[in-house]
């Protein structure tokens, strides 16, 4: 049994005691203390522990120090209890409100001056911005209240306990409260007072509330104000110095609209903001306005007048030292990392964020959808009963959440659209939040993804839906029937703006299709873009036993339950490193476009309101990835929404190597985001002379040979090669496997028609299955000719009658080394492959391999649903950074359509390959690296993969696509690797 005073821990009620209403987030000039620091700690196993640590004269020098903010489960190596990852599921058992006895509790103290002019305050206000989950707070002995709500701010009124001099400061943390169930987000579970604590003295006459609704239309900015403040408070006064204006309101009663003349509008392109002052002669606030209007008419969403496409990121708060605090540094460097990406878009999954990353996303510019702190998921597991969001019980704690998320951050220009939550499934509550929301702020509208039916909602959202049901959402006159709606219900969600609130989960090597979602939104303007899930990993930084440090996901923890490397599915790699998938979309979202027709060149503008006069084009001429030529291009400003033609420079033609255009839109001088030179833009023109490829030479006479024999740079021994170029090699090898991706892995039951996969089974189980990671050869035959070997071989899997016959014919052609394979399937493969190539095991001697140079698609990994990032040139990298260090080891690494390949130890070259284009004009990719695929899919994490004294290359005729069946739609038909026959044709030379 809980003791009496812990049986708040069950309670719904969001608040008890001294809690104040909760108001902006301001920038006040009335004193205050960061309560920042070391404070005293003791955790306990349960939340029934006494609360005599309270009084004020307690002893607490047994305890230990712990720095606030923090997480304790992120401090002290293990003695407070370890943090736990899951997804939907619920780490206790579901019986709401109850929470286990076994409920880590920490307690907090700390002593804090009040200095003696405090005295003249009014009120005396505690804040914290951010505790998980439950908290209860005393100063100097006296009982204060208590609160949840985890990721909003609350404030206290301490005036009656606080006095002048030394006070002391007990709060109470417990882990798992009541408010757990509400708190169901796909995280990690973090408890402790992870936000700032402030102590604040309330001036007399001071402004308890401000918030500025500006709005724009045609040149003028309107202001509209409302001010929270006693009548003593008045004359208040708002100042607007850029602007001129200066307004004196003698009482409430005065405070009126004002019109603002030659205003330039904010927008998540132009940032503009203002400075305001809006003061009292007790207390004067600081704010930053940005001149706006939000605005649905019909199916578009409109910010002053013109449509917003969302090119945005889910961004959660996660750091993998510190967790969910929140530091500026890092957050402004994170948001800038965006800006260079094309990102112009947040929402903040799934609650609001430290308070300043507004003003940070106010600054730098982004159109921000700011989500309550609010998620049921775990009760999906039981058809949603017993689901918070539509039990009476809850009503008035989801209408906490809701009025403090949306008064906190009400000024921010950037937050044009609220979110009540993420997966709470749906209820009245839901509904009654979005009343409380079209109330307050006449000027946002509300978005919540699981109103399906469109009952309280201003726009339609979904997530993971495929690209064929995203286009029938945005097709005008389509009936195609929409997620868990009626006809009717459907009709209606298409009188709104869409958006993708989460698409393109971006787990491990993916996703693909980027590119096909893009393409949507400018054939469907009701489709307004979207977000992708998400932006970073959540790893949390640890080491092995033996001191090797790692990203942890779950289960690293020994978690009783958890959802595994679910939580590495972001952009950006736990340590900031952006991963090929954030250079896709990078290129994918691009807002100049370029289309070339003959000797001109299109280019388009697609930003919201922009023009081009922040760039500058440079284009530059390539023969096989040599600089030949460059310059910049004379290009007018571009409106958005406008395009301009552009003659092409000249362009030299090579009549024996590939002429290549390349044309970068730069931006032409430094911003807040990046330097000046800054790629915003690419685009590619092929001008190459087509050349023939040179005929295979027909051998004819073929004899049965030993296969023991030299054929210029390359030996065999029975038939296997065994060395290149006086260096050892083993292969080539026929390789069907790569280490499933977390989308190979993924076994969803949503499977379209024209889908590649089967309902409930992964492509990868199917391919262990299939024993493609555990073929088997039998050499059929081996014969010669005066200058060439060829042989034919079988291969396939234990206990598997399926096979591939394999073909090598390597010959001497005008005392050059070519080496072609036939690779023909046999009947009866049903599954897709993941890959056709073979692989060269380059085993290290005097020089290692350890680099290579390429002319084909880089200088990133590329595949074939996700190859806008990669650009045709000459590039050179080290073998670790060919490859991509996902969270759990996978398929990485593929560059496409090689051309030329050189392979380097310690810069120079040991073995050149040139490849020839098939007969339907496919070039090979390649694969460098230090595992074979087969040790890479071993590996749960990095520093599981063996100690390497190979280099293996693998040259593919093809690979499957990417997807994102993590969580969404299987790899398109169209980009989906079946079994087929297929050949490989290359040159081989020595360094
Ligand atoms: C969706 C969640 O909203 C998000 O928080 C995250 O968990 C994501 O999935 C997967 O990483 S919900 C899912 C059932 C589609």
Known sequence: MPSQHSAYVSDTAPERGALRAARSWLHSDAP??????????????????????AAEGFDDTGWDDIPVPSHWVLRGDGAYGRPIYTNVQFP???????VPDENPTGDYRRHFEVPADWSEAERVVLRFDGVESLFKVWVNGDEIGSASGSRLAHEFDVTSSVRPGDNVVSVRVHQWSAASYVEDQDQWWLPGIFRDVTVIARPAGGIEDVWLRTGFDNGRGQVETEVTA????????????????????????????????????????RPRLYDVTVSTAAESIALRVGFRTVEIRGDRFLVNGRRVVFHGMNRHETHPERGRVFDEEHAREDLARMKRFNVNAIRTSHYPPHPRLLDLAD??????????????????????????????????????????????????????????????????????????????????????????????????????????????????????????????QGARQRTKPFLLCEYAHAMGNGPGALDQYEALVHEHPRLHGGFIWEWRDHGILTTTPDGTPFYA????????????????????????????????????????????????????????????????FHWRVEHDGTLVDSGDMEVPVVAAGESARVPLPRIPVAQDAETWLTIDAVLAAETAWARDGHVIATAQ???????????????????????????????????????????????????????????????????????????GVSNAELWRRDGLDRLTTRLLSV?????????????????????????????????????????EPS????????????????????????????????????????????????????????????????ETGHRSHLRQLTLTSAGAGVLRIVTFPDTRGRRPGFTLSRHTPQQIAQAGHPFELPDSTTSHLIVDAAQHGLGSRACGPDVWPEFALRPEARTIRLRIAGG
């Open 32 to 53: 205050s203390r960061s309560l920042n620091g070391l404070w005293r700690f003791r955790l306990s196993p349960t939340a029934s522990v006494a609360e005599d640590f």
């Open 92 to 98: 206790f058992p579901i019986d709401p409100p109850h």
């Open 230 to 269: 006693d009548a003593a408070a008045f004359p208040v006064t708002l100042r607007l110095p850029e602007l001129g204006v200066e307004q004196v309101w003698a009482t409430a009663a005065d405070v009126a609209p004002l019109d603002v003349d030659g205003v330039e509008p904010w927008s998540a392109e």
């Open 363 to 488: 600054e730098l510019g982004f159109w921000v959808v700011l989500e309550c702190d609010l998620e049921t998921h775990g009760f999906d597991k039981l058809g949603w009963v017993g689901n918070p969001s539509d039990d009476p019980a809850w009503r008035e704690a989801y209408l906490d959440r809701i009025r403090r998320t949306v008064e906190r951050d009400k000024n921010h220009p950037s937050i044009v659209i609220w979110s009540l939550g993420n997966e709470a499934g749906t209820g009245t509550n839901l509904a009654a939040m979005s009343a409380w929301v079209h109330a307050r702020d006449a000027g946002r509208p509300v978005h919540y993804e699981g109103d399906h039916a469109g009952e309280y909602t201003d726009v339609y959202s979904r997530m993971y839906s495929s690209v064929l049901e995203t286009e029938q959402i945005g097709t005008d006159g389509s009936r195609a029937p929409l997620l868990n709606c009626t006809p009717a």
């Open 553 to 616: 996901y779950g289960g690293d923890f020994g978690e009783v339950v958890h959802d595994g490397n679910f939580v590495m599915d972001g952009m950006l790699l736990s340590d900031d490193v952006p991963t090929p998938s954030l250079h896709e979309y990078k290129a994918v979202v691009q807002p100049v476009r370029f289309t070339f027709d003959g000797d001109e060149v299109a280019i388009a503008n697609l930003r919201h309101s922009a023009d081009t006069s922040d760039l500058r």
């Open 685 to 759: 023109l092929d001008r190459s002379t087509r050349r023939p490829v040179p005929a295979v030479r027909r051998e004819t006479d073929w004899r049965p040979s030993d296969g023991t024999l030299a054929l210029g740079i390359a030996e065999f021994v029975d038939g296997s090669l065994v060395r290149l170029a006086g260096r050892a090699v083993a292969g080539p090898r026929l390789e069907l496997f790569r280490a499933p991706t977390d989308n190979d892995e993924g076994a969803t039951q949503e499977v379209e028609e024209s889908d590649a996969s089967v309902a």
């Open 783 to 823: 014969e010669r000719s005066a200058d060439a070997l060829r042989t034919i071989s079988k291969v396939s899997a234990a206990n598997s009658a399926l096979s591939v016959i394999v073909e090598s014919v390597w010959s001497l052609v005008g005392g050059e080394l070519e080496l072609r394979v036939e690779i």
């Open 827 to 890: 009947r009866g493969w049903l599954t897709v492959w993941p890959r056709i190539g073979i692989r060269f095991d380059l085993p290290d001697g005097a020089a290692p391999v350890d680099g290579a140079e390429w002319f084909g698609l880089g200088p990133l990994e590329s595949y074939p649903d996700s190859l806008r990032a990669a650009r045709t040139g000459r590039f050179s990298s080290t073998i670790r950074d060919l490859s991509v260090d996902y969270a759990r080891p996978q």
